[in-house]
């Protein structure tokens, strides 16, 4: 792993990202169980998949599980597997993740979706290192290394008793905490960066330019979806844009108002002037003959003004 990206495209210089490079690289040298925390959107299943392809396990298979997205009344076979006949529709005998997993990493993402009973199941196969299929009495021994990710805290389902309290204690071996996006700032314009260049090149379409103005407005952005978020927002720039420039009017408004409320009376009167042309040159799709009527001006003094903001849109 190099200073900006790992070899599974984690992007990033900020302090709080080495820090969590630095515990990938020493935890993928060893089998111990490993647990991902931190918000929606900041990356569980890249670290998981960084540690796997940084160990020795490397060549083996890693398998990711969502918890949360399969049926109570399924998850255990498709962990475990199941003997032919067990139950309607199991027309044969068929292995589950954990074998496929064989020799290799298991990644069960949203763990705290687990019932108590299949808790009891994932307890056992952490201390026996075996699983049973659905319908055998025999046990069958795996070689897996467990990733588990939550973005709940576990410790509190344990006080409140929605979460097993010993397999809280095998699954917590080492924590990982990936930080917040917010606390990133110094890996936003590289996150831009990336985002751009390769929504680009997959919709063939010219890698944007973006505004001093709008990239102050990204980076001011509190991110509640992370990552994601700022993937997703990039991707429907590129898509969306009808120009090369993209400015503080081409950005989702939620980030344009949030950007409003934060700063508040901290602004300067230059800075809401300028913010409130941009909006009314938004709403009017950049008609500056439209602008200035509204905004109670000739078009000669909104062009001056517009361009002593700097603004060449």
Same mark, same amino acid.
Not at 39 to 48: N, Q, R
Not at 135 to 141: A, E, L, R, W, Y
């Given at each position: 792993?190099?200073?900006?990206?790992?070899?599974?495209?984690?992007?990033?210089?900020?302090?709080?990202?080495?820090?969590?490079?630095?515990?990938?690289?020493?935890?993928?040298?060893?089998?111990?169980?490993?647990?991902?925390?931190?918000?929606?959107?900041?990356?569980?299943?890249?670290?998981?998949?960084?540690?796997?392809?940084?160990?020795?396990?490397?060549?083996?298979?890693?398998?990711?599980?969502?918890?949360?997205?399969?049926?109570?009344?399924?998850?255990?076979?498709?962990?475990?597997?199941?003997?032919?006949?067990?139950?309607?529709?199991?027309?044969?005998?068929?292995?589950?993740?954990?074998?496929?997993?064989?020799?290799?990493?298991?990644?069960?993402?949203?763990?705290?979706?687990?019932?108590?009973?299949?808790?009891?199941?994932?307890?056992?196969?952490?201390?026996?290192?075996?699983?049973?299929?659905?319908?055998?009495?025999?046990?069958?021994?795996?070689?897996?290394?467990?990733?588990?990710?939550?973005?709940?805290?576990? $410790?509190? %389902?344990?006080? *409140?008793? &929605?979460? #097993?309290?010993?397999?809280?204690?095998?699954?917590?071996? +080492?924590?990982?905490? !990936?930080?917040?996006?917010?606390?990133?700032?110094?890996?936003?314009?590289?996150?831009?960066?990336?985002?751009?260049?390769?929504?680009?090149?997959?919709?063939?379409?010219?890698?944007?330019?973006?505004?001093?103005?709008?990239?102050?407005?990204?980076?001011?952005?509190?991110?509640?979806?992370?990552?994601?978020?700022?993937?997703?927002?990039?991707?429907?720039?590129?898509?969306?844009?009808?120009?090369?420039?993209?400015?503080?009017?081409?950005?989702?408004?939620?980030?344009?108002? $949030?950007? %409003?409320?934060? *700063?508040? &009376?901290? #602004?300067?009167?230059?800075?809401?002037?300028?913010?409130? +042309?941009?909006?009314? !040159?938004?709403?009017?799709?950049?008609?500056?003959?439209?602008?200035?009527?509204?905004?109670?001006?000739?078009?000669?003094?909104?062009?001056?003004?517009?361009?002593?903001?700097?603004?060449?849109?």
């Amino acid at each position: 792993m190099n200073k900006k990206e790992t070899a599974q495209g984690i992007i990033g210089e900020s302090e709080a990202i080495q820090n969590v490079f630095d515990c990938i690289r020493k935890v993928s040298q060893t089998t111990a169980t490993v647990l991902l925390t931190g918000e929606s959107g900041t990356g569980k299943e890249l670290v998981a998949r960084a540690i796997h392809y940084c160990s020795p396990r490397a060549s083996n298979p890693f398998v990711p599980v969502n918890c949360g997205s399969i049926p109570e009344e399924l998850i255990e076979s498709e962990l475990f597997g199941h003997l032919k006949g067990t139950f309607t529709g199991a027309i044969d005998t068929r292995g589950g993740f954990f074998h496929t997993a064989d020799g290799g990493t298991i990644f069960l993402d949203e763990i705290s979706n687990t019932s108590p009973s299949m808790q009891i199941k994932l307890l056992r196969v952490l201390q026996d290192q075996e699983v049973y299929m659905v319908g055998s009495k025999k046990s069958q021994k795996i070689d897996v290394r467990v990733i588990v990710a939550s973005n709940v805290d576990l $410790s509190d %389902l344990v006080k *409140k008793n &929605k979460f #097993r309290e010993d397999l809280y204690y095998r699954l917590n071996v +080492i924590n990982i905490n !990936l930080p917040p996006l917010r606390e990133r700032d110094d890996d936003i314009f590289l996150l831009i960066d990336h985002f751009a260049g390769k929504f680009s090149e997959e919709f063939s379409r010219p890698k944007p330019r973006f505004t001093d103005e709008a990239l102050k407005v990204l980076k001011d952005y509190h991110w509640p979806g992370n990552v994601r978020e700022l993937q997703n927002v990039i991707q429907s720039l590129i898509i969306m844009s009808e120009t090369e420039l993209i400015d503080v009017p081409d950005l989702p408004s939620i980030m344009r108002f $949030s950007t %409003l409320r934060e *700063k508040g &009376k901290m #602004r300067t009167l230059e800075e809401v002037e300028y913010e409130y +042309i941009r909006n009314v !040159l938004s709403g009017v799709n950049g008609n500056k003959t439209q602008a200035a009527n509204i905004l109670g001006i000739d078009r000669k003094t909104l062009r001056e003004k517009l361009k002593k903001f700097g603004y060449n849109k």
